[in-house]
């Protein structure tokens, strides 16, 4: 009776609020020509010869890079190994685990639920999870038996606060202080993406009760705030949590190779997370999460700021929306002016370059940033993934990059740099 319930309340939900049509409709994202975009193919060719020598050389294993102008990809090549130990090359369409860049879509799922009257950007998220009432600041913790004392919160988290890594949340596992990495795992949170059989819920209300590193709104802490929002999307929609993306952003975008948990049949195109081993690359084991959990394990887990994995296609089909003004192929997602609220400062002062601020889940180009060079144009907004996956798009000469690789431990991968300022120097109009 219950799965009956939930079904028919998740078909009133996607009834009532479906994406609506839009005046505007921009085509979906198709090859085109780089001379007829304003892009030099010669020195969009640059790209080739630097992946070739960084993957040569022993930086990353394999690439995919994508470049796209005007709502048209310019460049898109798939460059060495997908796994080495099996000799499986590399193919455009495979896909990749995207972590952090998980964030942008759940950030987008938020707004569109703010963009329906569902809540304020200021309103505490006590309100919609009772279990964050009576916050606490870490004040003492003892390394001998892992107790520690607390002092009340100065002001409740609010959404804004989640999605500016500003609510006092920490990161367990990866977390900078060490007090933390254990609080979160002697209470059992879950970290980033698991196989394990456990749900947002259950993982979100045991981190409310945990202290938080600081006050809400005094400073920047990245934290696992977009998982909170996962759940707390479920709970205004009244839907699952990957229902709502599959049937609200990556059905009417068409993402079709976007997933949290690939189906049976995408298995096959999941690239190998690689590490160095004695100067060979070798696929990386099982250390405080299991590499396979996008096919194996519960499947139950559904991380909103990390669970995701995707193909570059897809991931430039959702910032080509944004740079749309939050439209594509004729359906709106999101209002232009939401997306100048998301992309506005929300957070000074994080980077020590000074070449940005923090919008609603966005690094986005200042005016510092732009004259630094080979960051783009003021506004322009980008994040990263912890496999090694990378974003940037820039508004104002509507260009998108994407660089996808998937290696972790230590390497000397330098693509990430050099793929920008490649791209910026290719514009030829």
């Keep these: 009776m219950k799965r009956l319930l939930t079904i028919f309340l998740s078909l009133f939900a996607l009834v009532t609020f479906a994406q609506t049509k839009s005046v505007v409709k921009s085509p979906p994202l198709s090859e085109g020509s780089p001379i007829s975009l304003g892009m030099s193919p010669e020195r969009l060719d640059r790209i080739d010869t630097m992946l070739k020598e960084s993957i040569n050389s022993g930086d990353v294993p394999g690439a995919i890079a994508l470049v796209a102008r005007n709502g048209k990809i310019v460049y898109h090549k798939a460059f060495g190994m997908a796994d080495n130990e099996s000799g499986r090359v590399l193919k455009r369409d495979d896909i990749f685990r995207i972590a952090s860049q998980t964030k942008a879509i759940t950030a987008t799922a938020v707004m569109m639920l703010w963009e329906e009257g569902k809540f304020r950007l200021d309103d505490p998220i006590e ?22 004392t607390t002092t009340p919160v100065s002001t409740p988290i609010t959404i804004r606060h989640l999605l500016t890594h500003t609510s006092g949340i920490g990161y367990g596992v990866i977390d900078g ?80 190779d976007t997933w949290f948990y690939l189906p049976k049949e995408k298995h096959s195109r999941l690239v ?42 897809d991931y430039a089909t959702f910032l080509q929306m944004y740079l749309n003004g939050g439209e594509l192929n004729g359906v709106r997602i999101l209002s232009r002016k939401t997306i100048e609220t998301m992309m506005g400062l929300q957070f000074d002062n994080v980077w020590d370059d000074k070449g940005s601020h923090y919008g609603l889940a966005y690094r986005v180009v200042n005016q510092t940033g732009q004259n630094m060079g080979a960051q783009g144009s003021i506004g322009t907004f980008s994040w990263g993934g912890y496999f090694n996956t990378q974003y940037f798009a820039d508004p104002k000469e509507k260009i998108i990059g994407i660089i996808f690789k998937q290696t972790q431990g230590p390497t000397t991968d330098q693509t990430r740099w050099k793929f920008s300022q490649l791209v910026w120097s290719s514009i030829d109009d």
């Design 272 to 313: 190998s997370v690689q590490h160095k081993v004695d100067g060979k690359w070798k696929k990386y084991p099982v250390t405080f999460y299991d590499t396979n959990y996008p096919i194996t394990g519960a499947k139950r887990f559904f991380s909103g700021g990390a669970g995701l994995s995707s193909t570059v296609k």
């Design 177 to 256: 202080d060490e007090r933390f990495k254990k609080i979160y795992d002697k209470a059992g949170v879950t970290d980033l993406f698991t196989t394990k059989n456990i749900s947002i819920e259950e993982s979100v209300k045991k981190l409310a009760k945990l202290p938080l590193h600081h006050n809400p709104g005094e400073k920047f802490t990245y934290s696992e705030g977009l998982d909170v929002l996962g759940y707390f999307i479920e709970i205004v929609s009244g839907m699952p949590f990957d229902e709502f993306f599959r049937t609200r952003i990556f059905d009417p975008l068409e993402m079709k």
């Design 127 to 148: 309100n919609y999870i009772p279990e964050f009432k009576n916050g606490q600041v870490l004040d003492t913790y003892s390394d001998a038996d892992g107790t520690y």
